[in-house]
């Protein structure tokens, strides 16, 4: 087995070091992963300046770029052949509900599935005053990536693997929920009179509704949330269909025609 493991807190952080270790069980492990903290990079690309790969030893790649970078390179450059597996994380703090589409931890699983390499994101939640200790999270990344392994992902899905902290009391399997933002900028003038802003200040909240990721985590579970690639909402068809819009863009075309 060949499994390329990323994260966005960077080749230094704590969580790819326990996650690259706990899975060399599985197979042989290459690390590709940013050279810096790039949390909340989303899906972002580096398309216009040059990307830098440092091999700090055997397996171990240091980029100057974003996580989607990372297995971009790493499945198209730098592995010796297609991995079987991406794991992305362990990420320092949860990404659960909304967040996911900020967090640069989801987004490599996501670039991997659209590589048609299966994939899995992993995070750890971090509660104040619980000490942050990765090695539980790892045993559940490696499991789990063992069965994925074993049972093959269905088309266009990674899973979503958000891991409490201490001992979980179980795993359940969730679909994604909801964040409740509490909208805060927090403005300030910085040491030359000049105003700033910080972004994401407050304690934001979530919906603690039974199913989802979020109540799976806060009640101890490890919270699995199958993702797929199509954001379509199909639930939305009919009351968008009842709006009209494709005829009336057809009238409208024929107007436009008429005007020339
Ligand atoms: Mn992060």
């Known amino acids: 087995m060949l499994i390329l493991v990323t994260n966005d807190d960077g080749i230094r952080a704590p969580g790819i070091n326990a996650l690259a270790t706990r899975l060399e069980a599985l197979g042989r492990v290459v690390v590709v992963a940013p050279d810096r903290e790039r949390s909340a990079a989303g899906h972002s690309l580096t398309l216009h300046s040059p990307l830098r790969a440092e091999l700090l030893v055997t397996d171990r790649y ?35 509900g909304d967040d996911m589409t900020y967090s640069g931890t989801v ?16 995070s750890l939640q971090i509660t104040p005053g619980i000490d942050v200790d990765f090695s539980r999270a790892a045993d559940v990344a490696a499991l789990l990536a063992g069965e994925v392994l074993a049972h093959t992902l269905p088309a266009d899905t990674f899973l979503n693997i958000n891991v409490p902290p201490g001992d979980p009391l179980g795993l359940r399997l969730t679909r994604q929920g909801k964040r409740l933002y509490s909208d805060v900028v927090v403005e300030k003038l910085d040491p030359r009179g ?47 269909h009842s709006w009209g819009l494709e005829k009336m863009f057809t009238g409208y075309r024929r107007q436009g025609a008429g005007d020339e």
């Open 194 to 240: 000049r105003k700033y802003y910080w972004l994401g200040g407050g304690d934001p909240g979530f919906e603690n509704t039974e199913g989802t990721d979020f109540n799976a985590v806060a009640e101890g579970f490890v919270s699995v949330t199958p993702l797929h690639l199509d954001l379509t909402n199909y639930r939305s068809f009919e009351r968008l």
């Open 107 to 122: 987004a490599a699983a996501f670039e991997a599935t659209l590589m048609g390499v299966p994939s899995l994101a992993v």
């Open 62 to 96: 240091a980029v100057d770029g974003t996580p989607t970078d990372c297995v971009n390179l790493g499945i198209h450059g730098l592995l010796p052949r297609r991995p079987d597996l991406v794991v992305s994380g362990i990420n320092h703090g949860s990404n659960l």
